[in-house]
């Protein structure tokens, strides 16, 4: 599975972006798809995630303000990203996970940045 994630960029405390990652490949597989972010010193840490069924979940530290969604004509995923704060700055990478013969794999796209000035 190949991944492009787009739509990043700076934007002022309070304002709005929207991330999309585009699946390619053996998109048939996917389990699941999801946001990570890293911020500059930190871990990668988990933002949202949607499963193939539809199901979400959030970290909570975005619940409220993230909105992920998938677009399965498109085979994309979207976050829509509101209220943003000065610590929602970090590179955001969105991955995938296979179920392949009862195993499951993780692909990861590029990250794209997302800065958000005070």
């Known amino acids: 599975v ?3 994630a787009s739509g990043g960029g700076l934007v002022q405390a309070g304002g709005s972006l ?6 390619s490949g053996n998109i ?6 999801a ?8 871990q990668r840490e988990l933002v949202a995630g949607i499963t193939s069924g539809g199901s979400t979940d959030y970290a909570d530290s975005v619940k409220g303000r993230f909105t992920i969604s998938r677009d399965n004509a498109k085979n994309t995923v979207y976050m829509q990203m509101n ?3 000065p610590e929602d700055t970090a590179v955001y990478y969105c991955n995938a996970v296979l179920l392949l013969f009862g195993d499951y794999k993780s ?11 005070s």
């Open 2 to 4: 190949q991944l492009q």
């Open 83 to 85: 209220s943003l704060k």
């Open 28 to 33: 048939n597989s996917i389990y699941a798809m």
């Open 107 to 117: 692909h990861w796209g590029q990250g794209t940045l997302v800065t958000v000035s």
């Open 18 to 23: 929207r991330l999309s990652c585009a699946a």
């Open 35 to 42: 946001w990570h972010r890293q911020a500059p010193g930190k």
